[in-house]
């Protein structure tokens, strides 16, 4: 049985081409998604066995959808799609339950190994990504990226891409007194005061683009 895959990213050529060269290679894209949110959603609905993300990604980005996808649906492994380097982020998203990270600058041929040895069970760690660097991650302890939980890291994600409060909780199914208490809890803890210092963190954090 070919393999079932939930593809997300918000670059609508990339996204098309990687499902190209997935189904060339014998592997069901079953859904696709421009968002994070989304890619969370349809791996809910549709229990894939490999979700390839994106790691930027509008509305909720590659690291925060991927443990949603990991709570809601442990039989789906993770891949991480990424243009950046940055070891922080591996180490955050191997914290985040992802099975495999692929950079973007790797042969088409290393995507298609990772998912099949996610699928399998095993951890794929592509070319360029220090094999160390996991390994320590996966015993590292909280570091200031973790300090933010989930809910707080998509508020200041929402906050930095100039969603209004008001917007932040229709999208986050909150009150909007609720994203308000998220967000000065999440300002005290990252000592910022005003949305400008949320959004250098954001960027520092691979939350958004710059």
Sequence with gaps: ????????????????GVRALLERHGIDVVAEAADGRAAA?????????????????????????????VDACPETQVVLLTALEQERLVTEAVRAGVR???????????????????????????????????????????????????RERQVVQLVAEGKSTKQVAALLAITPKTAEFHRARVMKKLDVHDVAGLVRYAIREGLITP
């Design 1 to 16: 049985m070919a393999l079932r895959v939930v593809l997300a990213d918000d670059h609508v050529v990339l996204r098309q």
């Design 100 to 150: 495999g990270v692929v950079l973007k600058t790797q042969a088409a041929e290393d995507l298609i190994q990772a998912i099949e040895q996610v699928s399998r069970g095993g951890f794929y760690v592509g070319a360029g990504v220090s094999k160390a660097v996991v390994e320590a991650c996966r015993a590292a302890v909280a570091d200031e990226g973790s300090r933010l939980t989930s």
């Design 41 to 69: 959603a349809l791996a809910r609905e549709l229990a894939p066995n490999v979700a390839v993300l994106d790691i930027m990604m509008p509305l909720l980005n590659g690291i925060d959808a991927a443990r949603q996808i």
